[in-house]
Structures are given as C-alpha cells and as structure tokens.
RNA sequence: GGCUCCGUAGUUCAAUGGAUAGAAUAUAAGAUUCCGGUUCUUACGAUAUGGGUUCGAAUCCCGUCGGAGUCACCA
C-alpha cells in the first residue's frame, strides 16, 4: 500500500471534518525527522487560516480526530505546530510482510510514456576520459530509474563519427603511421587513434612555429600550416565520398569503436540505439527552410541563416552557413524532430557536460519558436567536472585521466586490499577477479553518482574505495556481511518466515520504514533524474542495519519467531540494498 | 561585458520553503573487542555578504563579492 496517501488521505478527511473545505495542498506531509517521536508529520501552518486557532491547538485537534477515525494511527504528539503521528507495530509487519511477499517491489506499473536519454556521446578520435565516466554512469543510471518507474526508456548514442577532428587522426597516421594497427602495436584502437590525434597537434604546433619563424603572423601560420590544410582537404573529400579516405575513415572508426565496446563493457553500459552524425549531419536543413518561410530565421548577404536570439537575452545564433552545409545545431534541431516523430518520443533526455548549456538553451528556444511545443519535453540533464585531488584536468598539460586506466587502477587498488586481508582465498581466481571488479567499480560509480550532477566534484581515487563512510564498498560490505549470515542460516537449516512477528524493537521498527521507503525514493529519484537520492538511501539503510546488527545478534536469538523475523529482515535489507545499487549501476558481491 | 550555474564544518558531500542545518572524513577523549574489516558515545566545527518576501529562508527575489562555464561559418 501507499503509505504517504494512506496518512494524507486520514489527515484530508479529518481536517474536512473539522474545518470544511481543505484541499490536498494543505496537507504538508512529511517523514518525521529522527529526534521526535512518531512515524509521519503533519505541517499544520497552512491549516490555521482555517482553523483560526494557535498552531498547538490546531495540531491538537486534528491528531485526536485521526488517531480516533483510523486504527492504525495509534497515537500523536505536538511539537509547535506539526503534528507527530505513529503508527501501530502491527501496521509496520503487514506493510513487512506486503514487502516480503511482493516479488516486484519498487517496480512501478507501467506508464507507457517513451523516453529517450541520449549520453556517452564521443567523439571517434580519442579514448574516452574521467569527464565521459561521469556522463557514461548518469546516462544509465538515470536509464534505470527511469525504467523502474515504468517508463519506456530508450538509450541513445550519438557516435561523433565525423568532422575535422577524426580528419587529424587519419591525416597523421597517413603520415606517421607507417601502417600500424591496433594488431600490430598491441594496442587498443581507440587509444592508438588518439596517438594520432596528439601527433598531428605536435607537427601541426612545430609547423606554426616553423612558418612564425620564417616571418608569417602567427593567425596566418595556423590557417597555412600544411598539415591543417593537408586535413582540411581530407575532410572535403570526406564530404566528396572519396573512396580512399572513407575507407580510411571506416578503418579507423572501427579500431575506436572496438576500443569503446571495451570500455563500455567494463564501465557496464549499454545503449539500445547508436547514431552516427555521418548519417544524421545533413538533418534539419528542411527546418532550416521552415524557419525562414515562416519569418523567424534571416539570411545574410552571404547566404549563411541566422536567429536572433536578443531579445530573449541570447545572441544572434549561426544555422547554417554561407555555403549551405550545417553546423551542430542544424543537426541537433533535425535529429530532436526526427526522433520525436519516428520513435514517437513523449521526453528527450540529453546528458551533456555544462559547457553545453547554452547549446541546448538555444536548442530548445529554436525548436518552440518554430511551433514546436515539445520543446518543452526536452531536458538537458547537466553535469560539471570532474576534478582529482592533483587538480584539474587539461589536455593541454597532458593531465587527463584516462577512462580505461582509471577503471584498471580501481580494480587493482581492490584487488591489493582483498589480498592483503586475505580475503579472497578461498574464491576461484573468476570469483576473485569478479568480486575485484565489483569492488573497484562500485567505489568509483557510487563515488560519482552521490553527487548533484550540476556540482563540478572532486573524485578522490582513494577515499572512494575506503570501507568505512559514504562510499560503495562500505554498502557492498553491509550486502556480503548479511548474505554471509543469510549462508549461515541455511546451513543450520533455519527458514525466513515474515508472519507471526511479535513484539518488534525500535530498531526494527525503523529499518521497516525505511523499506517501507524504497518506492517513494526511486519515484522522487525518477522525477528529478537524481541518482544520487537512490545513493543516500541506500547508505542511510546501511547504516541503520548495521547499527541494529552491532546490537542485537541474529543467529544467536533464542526465540526461534524471533530469529526468523530478523533473518527475514536483514534478508529483504540485503534486497533492497541490491536493488538500489543496481539503479545506480552498481552489481553487489554475496561475499568480498 | 551579456547569459547560465555554483559559494554550507579543516576537507568531501546532504538538506520537495518547515522543527535544534545532517552525514562522512580528519582531530581529541572514552566504552566495546562477541555472527566478517568493528561498533558506539562525547567533544570540536559551516549556510560568502547586505537587503527583501514569508508564520517560517541554506533554499524564493534584488544587490555586492568570489569561482566555473559559455558567448565560433568547432562539435
């Protein structure tokens, strides 16, 4: 059952009871913070209009006409003017039990609305970096929640296979290459392609030097730098369908693109749907026309297409060029309307960095002045850096961490402190190589997932895998401590039975409640695409499980219903901590 | 300069306009050492700043100061 409605509904019909017209809004619900008495809270402020009494008289009233109207509410106190109910122990062991028998729990009906969350994103001519591990971990995780609420969730790549970018790999591997290939070098292809990358920009740097020293201005040197130029041919060849350099071209994307199917894989991502702007770049130049019929967009002399944006407090924004080809928005505009249209979208969920901000500001003020009301069902879920300890990461100081490197560097940092506790000795070497990968991803995804996506955050590599505090191995821990008991239990041939609770200790009675929780977390987490409300669930759970734990044996409980109740319990706590974790992407190990 | 976002204990993070601003970590003192690395208690310690709205503001509005991003015929 709904608990929340359950409280608003009672606390709805005594107020009408007693004041006439109330509507739902004047009911402020809340949990009641830990330092009270009670279970539910009613804010009574915006009822004293009504009641034309003093808070406390206010709230005294209503909780004597709930507690009297409903059996469940057994009792009240008033503190100012909110209103503590509490609720029976009965109440809580049905709701347990409820919990206990509902094999779908926490998984909302479905809705049937289509959402597609477009992240990861890369480009093809470098490996992927801390800054995409935090894209890559938001996307899916968002996915998930958005799915355990029942939505229809389609995850979008859009590959940025295309461009003068992926023109200065080929360019410098034509040159410098000497044929290597991922095969030939051991390495792997998008790394190697981002080799290249670096190497154009280091003979591109010494050839501006070179002209500069020979007596051309520097802004020149860098439009005739010939490797620039040698690039830019490629690229409009690229555009010709020149058969050497597409072959070229496939040839490399897909060293990247075997490159990125590792990372993924290891990152445990996933997509339903990948695009390549090679094959969505030329969309939305009938947008484009559109916008000029109807008067919004104007052309320059020069044929380029514009939007003025100032009066909306923007700028004037470019659509496309003077020679007729598109820049990002163009396509931006024509992929949003073609998908909308063919996957018959109800939300357009983008996860881009913050620099892009502005992009999708103009993005959808384009769309709605264009008519398009669903521009509104576009959200940019946003993200700030992600800096290190060491400082920020600029790739012009060679200091960016390396999206494969960072994932390897967290497995072997659990996989050290495993062995130095010897903690795994009795595992397979695949179970110690899972449970290694679990702990080390589970430290770096919890880590980053914890945080409100707008914050730039700091990832600190070693507190992130610490097993005390607010971290994922420390709830990953709480998970194999109690299938550990749960194995222990089975040996001594003892059943989870949920019925028959009996009397239930204060502690109980609050890991209830928080179980009692879970639906309502991943609904708020799914209405504000927020990972990080499922994280500080899931640790507060924790936490109170281990508190209960430290005091009150399990295995060790002389009365069998006894026993058996918390078995059940600290059973459906370790469920509940293994769905959370696995919204947030997160796989928890039965032993570590 | 225009626009957007962010300023919370030493540090890293919390707090649908609600009660005495929570944790974690670090530091200091104490208890415990029993199903797995303990756990618990106590102390210390913060809303950048000035106004406004409200019964009530870290949160909403305006100003100031600090930081980040962005303002390309790049993506």
Redesign the pocket.
Same mark, same amino acid.
Request: glycine share 8%.
């Given at each position: 059952m709904n608990i929340e409605k359950y409280i608003s509904d009672a606390a709805l019909a005594a107020a009408t009871a007693l004041y006439g017209e109330v509507t739902p809004a004047q009911i402020?619900?809340?949990k009641?913070?830990k330092?009270?008495e009670g279970d539910y809270?009613i804010?009574t402020?915006?009822l004293l209009k009504l009641s034309r009494k003093s808070p406390e008289a206010t709230a005294t009233e209503l909780g004597e006409r709930i507690v009297a109207d409903n059996e469940a509410i057994g009792g009240f106190n008033v503190?100012?003017?909110?209103l503590?109910l509490s609720l029976n122990d009965s109440f809580w062991s049905e709701r347990f039990e409820e919990i206990v028998a509902n094999s779908r729990y926490g998984e909302a009906e479905p809705t049937g609305r289509n959402i597609m969350i477009e992240y990861s994103s890369p480009?093809t001519n470098k490996p992927l970096h801390l800054g995409h591990i935090r894209n890559n971990l938001l996307g899916y995780s968002v996915a998930q929640i958005l799915s355990a609420n029942g939505h229809n969730v389609i995850k979008a790549n859009l590959v940025?296979d295309r461009?003068?970018h992926i023109c200065k790999s080929m360019v410098a591997w034509l040159r410098y290459g000497n044929g290597a290939t991922p095969e030939s070098t051991g390495k792997k292809g998008d790394h190697l392609v981002g080799d290249y990358y670096v190497e154009f920009d280091k003979h591109y740097k010494s050839e501006i030097k070179d002209l500069v020293a020979g007596g051309m201005s520097e802004e020149e040197a860098k439009k005739q730098a010939p490797i620039m130029l040698e690039a830019q041919e490629m690229l409009r060849k690229w555009e010709a369908q020149d058969e050497e350099v597409r072959a070229l071209w496939h040839k490399m994307n897909s060293w990247v693109y075997d490159g990125f199917d590792v990372t993924y894989k290891a990152l445990g991502v996933d997509f339903d749907k990948i695009y390549y702007?090679s094959q969505t770049y030329l969309l939305g130049k009938s947008l484009v026309e559109e916008g000029l019929a109807k008067g919004i967009f104007f052309r320059?002399e020069?044929g380029?297409v514009w939007i003025d944006l100032t009066a909306d407090?923007? #700028?004037q924004k470019?659509l496309l060029?003077? =020679?007729g080809t598109s820049?990002?928005m163009t396509q931006d505009l024509g992929t949003a309307l073609q998908r909308v249209k063919s996957e018959s979208l109800d939300e357009i969920i983008y996860v881009v960095g913050?620099?892009?901000?502005?992009?999708f500001?103009v993005l959808k003020l384009v769309l709605k002045k264009l008519g398009y009301e669903w521009s509104d069902d576009i959200y940019h879920l946003s993200y700030g850096?992600v800096e290190l300890p060491e400082g920020k990461m600029k790739s012009r100081e060679g200091t960016v961490v390396d999206a494969d490197d960072l994932v390897a560097d967290m497995i072997s940092t659990a996989r050290d402190?495993?062995q130095e506790?010897g903690?795994l000795d009795g595992c397979t070497s695949e179970e110690a190589d899972a449970i290694c990968s679990m702990v080390g991803l589970g430290a770096l995804k919890y880590f980053i997932l914890?945080? #409100?996506p707008?914050?730039?955050?700091?990832f =600190?590599p070693r507190e992130s895998i610490?097993?005390?505090?607010?971290t994922g191995p420390f709830i990953q821990?709480t998970h194999?401590?109690i299938?550990?008991?749960l194995r222990?239990a089975e040996e001594q041939g003892i059943e989870c039975v949920a019925h028959g609770t009996g009397s239930m200790l204060a502690e109980e009675r609050e890991l209830i409640k928080m179980l009692c929780d879970y639906p309502a977390t991943v609904a708020a987490a799914g209405e504000n695409f927020a990972p990080?409300i499922i994280a500080?669930y899931t640790y507060e759970l924790c936490?109170a499980f281990?508190?209960y734990?430290?005091d009150?044996?399990?295995?060790?409980e002389e009365n069998e219903t006894t026993k058996k109740m918390r078995l059940t319990l600290a059973q459906q706590v370790a469920r509940i901590i293994a769905k959370s974790m696995r919204l947030l992407g997160i796989d928890v190990p039965e032993?570590?």
């Open positions: 402020q619900l809340q009641t913070r330092e009270f809270t804010v402020f915006p503190i100012k003017g909110f503590n480009n940025n461009g003068i702007e320059k020069d380029s407090g923007l #700028d470019l060029r003077g =020679d820049v990002y913050n620099e892009q901000n502005y992009h500001q850096m402190m495993s506790l903690k914890k945080v #409100d707008k914050k730039t955050m700091l =600190d610490d097993f005390n505090g607010n821990y194999a401590r299938c550990s008991v222990k990080s500080a936490k281990n508190g734990y430290h009150h044996s399990i295995l060790r032993r570590m």
